[in-house]
């Protein structure tokens, strides 16, 4: 079982900054990636950002060259750091664990409880 929770969410004013991070406990060692989804009201959930062990990273289109992931090995841990928000940035973050193999990320069944992000002014 693998354990993830995921902090840092609450209102923010656009354009402001916002870094959520997310710790995973258990058995992590399955996975060779973790990554941030966002699903906003009445809409799917989808793919905001994901890195592997060795540092590679993608980006959704819509947040490309505002967010960056990170991640702390020693400490489990994987951040988002978000700049220049915008209200269509609004929606619930959920951190997972996955598989990155051939150039494709494949999402767990491993999900935290989610952290809200309010863009609003």
């Known amino acids: 079982q693998v354990r993830l929770v995921e902090s840092g969410g609450g209102l923010v004013h656009p354009g402001g900054p916002l870094r959520l991070p997310c710790a995973a406990s258990?058995?992590?060692?399955?996975?060779?990636?973790m990554s941030w989804y966002r699903q906003a009201p009445r809409k799917e959930r989808e793919l905001v950002a994901f890195?592997?062990?060795?540092?590679?990273?993608n980006y959704g289109d819509s947040v490309k060259g505002r967010f960056t992931i990170s991640r702390d090995n020693a400490k489990n841990t994987v951040y988002l750091q978000m700049n220049s928000l915008t209200p269509e940035d609004t929606a619930i973050y959920y951190c997972?664990?996955?598989?990155?193999?051939?150039?494709?990320?494949?999402?767990?069944?491993?999900w935290g409880q989610g952290t809200q992000i309010a863009v609003s002014s």
């Open positions: 997972n664990t996955g598989t990155y193999l051939g150039g494709i990320y494949y999402k767990s069944r491993s």
């Open positions: 258990g058995r992590i060692v399955r996975f060779n990636a």
């Open positions: 890195i592997t062990d060795d540092g590679t990273t």
